[in-house]
């Protein structure tokens, strides 16, 4: 089974409706991130959280919210979509403690198109 | 401010050749270094990674150089198989974060047989 899943994998919606994409981990993380993907400009990070009560902005959190619902769950939320965020959607965990490092693994991916 | 880039957007090799990907970072305060491969639908995966106390680190048929003195990393890929063509991307950490990875444009490597 995959450490880190991300559902849906694949979500055509139109603008201005409210799209969820949720992300589970089984590998007890407490870090946990967002990204976004668009071709030619690498991963963007959204957000991001260390615990359930920790909930941080990255550099492109506009028309974006999350929830951290559990160490092992965070959502990102969508509250109108519209057309530019059209790009792929990762999510990441990372354990600094346990890895000494900054290494994130990363969930396969949504893609989430906005007509 | 902290950016990534990689000298080359695509690299074409052949089967059995050695490749050698490029990244440049801007971040002098970076202390920690990732490469990533993405193939195809999929998320990016760990391939290796290196501190800044360190020039050489080798993996299995990879190598990661860096050089600090003109802010370049590398990763060289020993005898390249078709099952390495992906996106590969580099990326920093560091600067008073220890949490925060900048990532790199990507690279794409393709493997003729």
């Known amino acids: 089974d995959a450490d880190v899943t991300q559902t849906p994998r694949n979500r055509i919606t139109k603008t201005g409706k409210r799209i969820m994409l949720e992300c589970s981990q089984t590998k007890g993380h407490d870090r946990m991130y967002w990204y976004r993907q668009d071709p030619g400009l690498g991963l963007r990070l959204i957000y991001y959280s260390f615990d359930v009560k920790d909930i941080n902005k990255g550099e492109i959190s506009d028309g974006y919210s999350v929830s951290r619902q559990a160490q092992a769950k965070f959502s990102l939320s969508l509250e109108s979509a519209i057309p530019n965020q059209t790009a792929l959607y990762f999510c990441?965990?990372?354990?600094?403690?346990?890895?000494?490092?900054?290494?994130?693994?990363f969930g396969p991916g949504t893609r989430l198109t906005v007509l | 401010g902290e950016s990534v880039g990689l000298h080359l957007p695509t690299l074409s090799v052949q089967e059995g050749d050695n490749s050698i990907i490029n990244c440049a970072y801007s971040?002098?305060?970076?202390?920690?270094f990732i490469w990533y491969k993405q193939e195809s639908g999929k998320g990016p995966q760990f391939i290796i990674d290196?501190?800044?106390?360190?020039d050489k680190r080798q993996g299995q048929r990879v190598t990661v150089l860096l050089n600090k003195t003109v802010k370049h990393l590398s990763l060289q890929i020993a005898a390249t198989q078709p099952g390495d063509s992906a996106v590969y991307f580099c990326?920093?950490?560091?600067?008073?974060?220890?949490?925060?990875?900048?990532f790199g444009k990507g690279t794409l490597l393709t493997v003729n047989p």
């Open positions: 290196i501190r800044s106390n360190m």
């Open positions: 990441a965990t990372s354990d600094l403690a346990a890895s000494g490092s900054g290494e994130q693994f």
């Open positions: 990326a920093e950490q560091g600067g008073g974060s220890n949490y925060k990875l900048t």
């Open positions: 971040n002098s305060a970076s202390d920690y």
